[in-house]
């Protein structure tokens, strides 16, 4: 029997597209999973409950994924999540510079299961494959 | 493809690489073959068995091989195979040959490269203590073409995202348009030779460790034995071999017997059941 989900997801994109297979995929993961399309809304959620794991779009309106990150990492809170950065740039120094920042590993877009599931067991999230559809 | 064809296949396979084809791989000849029936021009499976009966040894039979051969794979995969290299294979290695300061290591179904690679990263991690030493990762497969992608080093963003953590990716790599050069400091570690398993590897010379990762699962039992007793010639008589997830020696083979403490992890049957563990950690390997 399955039993409900602990481990939560927190998908940060302005894409609703992105949005729609990442939660797709993560959810055939079990993960129980929320979503923001900005970086203040994903920093409020993430206020009210600190997700495992965090996917966080590098290039976004307002607050981009770097800022969002800096201000999460500077909190004092020590229930810390995972992040995932995930970029449609694939230049070294893109990624050197969200590794400073605190990113624990990077995703290219678009990604499919099989890379996320990589990138979630690389971070110690291991996954579930038996229970995926 | 006709029943004929396919025990065609089966058998001439089986001869030339020792793989061991169930009938469920039905499917499995026709997805890989047929792009090779493309490349030399040829219509239908069975045009390319008819070739084959009548052919001998050429670039045909040889991509025939190397396509039903090749097996997937990437950086560190499994993981756990490089936790065990990284936490007890080179620890002990770095202690029991300290006094020669010189470390073989034989990745014996290296394909793309992938798992020679991943562990000359791990190699490097641990430079501090290694200054001086002699060290050579060896990485053999009977594919050609995938020891010339190995030898180039160069990987597409989807195979370097799979397995590899982005620190070693960060570290190691340099980007060459849509695609990722493995440094020359790593690439230095690694030489690739083509070898067929079923051949003999003595002129390797001896290693200290040996991956033998997801080739076995290819033959069939006699072949399985053969090729385990072959490598229990070629490993030092402290070394250790280590196999896929689903590839054991028991039941094959007494040349090697489990670690007893490594899934896994197989040794000279001596060393496996010599002491208890706190004697075998003194003794490195």
């Known amino acids: 029997m399955k039993t409900a989900s602990t481990r939560t997801a927190l998908i940060v994109d302005d894409s609703a597209v992105i949005r729609k297979v990442a939660r797709r995929i993560l959810e055939t993961l079990d993960f129980s999973v929320r979503d923001a399309e900005d970086g203040e809304t994903a920093l409020a959620m993430c206020a009210e409950a600190m997700p495992s794991v965090i996917l966080l779009d590098w290039n976004m309106p307002n607050m981009d994924g770097y800022e969002v990150l800096r201000q999460l990492r500077q909190s004092s809170r020590g229930d810390q999540p995972k992040v995932l950065f995930c970029t449609t740039e694939n230049d070294v120094g893109a990624i050197a510079r969200a590794l400073r920042a605190g990113a624990d590993e990077y995703i290219m877009k678009p990604f499919d299961r099989e890379i996320l599931t990589a990138k979630l067991d690389q971070v110690g999230l291991a996954t579930h494959p038996s229970e995926a559809a | 493809m006709t029943e004929a064809d396919f025990t065609f296949l089966r058998d001439y396979l089986r001869k030339r690489s020792g793989l061991s084809l169930g009938g469920e791989k039905r499917y499995l000849v026709e997805s890989r073959l047929s792009p090779v029936c493309r490349r030399f021009g040829i219509g239908t499976l069975a045009d390319l068995v008819g070739t084959l009966r009548l052919s001998r ?16 794979t990437f950086f560190f995969r499994d993981r756990a195979p490089f936790d065990l290299f990284r936490d007890v294979l080179l620890p002990r290695a770095i202690a029991a040959r300290a006094s020669v300061r010189r470390l073989r290591i034989w990745s014996a179904a290296a394909s793309t490269g992938q798992e020679p690679y991943s562990l000359a990263m791990l190699i490097h991690e641990a430079a501090a203590q290694l200054a001086g030493w002699q060290i050579e990762i ?16 160069l990987y597409s ?5 799979r397995g590899l953590p982005v620190q070693l990716l960060v570290k190691h790599f340099t980007q060459v348009g849509e695609q990722w050069r493995i440094s020359p400091k790593i690439a230095g570690m690694v030489s690739y030779r083509p070898l067929n398993l079923l051949q003999s590897f003595e002129h390797l010379g001896q290693f200290d460790i040996v991956y033998c990762r997801n080739v076995l699962i290819y033959f069939d039992a006699p072949t399985k034995a053969d090729v385990l007793q072959r490598i229990a010639k070629v490993l030092a008589p402290d070394g250790a071999v280590l196999l896929g997830a689903a590839e054991t020696v028991i039941g094959l083979t007494d040349a090697l017997a489990p670690d007893g403490e490594h899934r896994g992890l197989y040794r000279h049957p001596a060393t496996s059941a010599r002491a208890p563990l706190p004697h075998r950690l003194a003794a490195g390997f």
Not at chain 2, 57 to 72: D, F, H, K, S
Not at chain 2, 157 to 161: I, K, L, P
């Open chain 2, 138 to 153: 060896v990485g053999t497969d009977l594919s050609t073409e995938v020891l010339e992608k190995a030898r180039l080093g």
């Open chain 2, 57 to 72: 040894e050429g670039p045909l039979e040889r991509a025939v091989v190397e396509a039903m051969t090749t097996n997937e």
């Open chain 2, 157 to 161: 963003h989807f195979e370097v995202q």
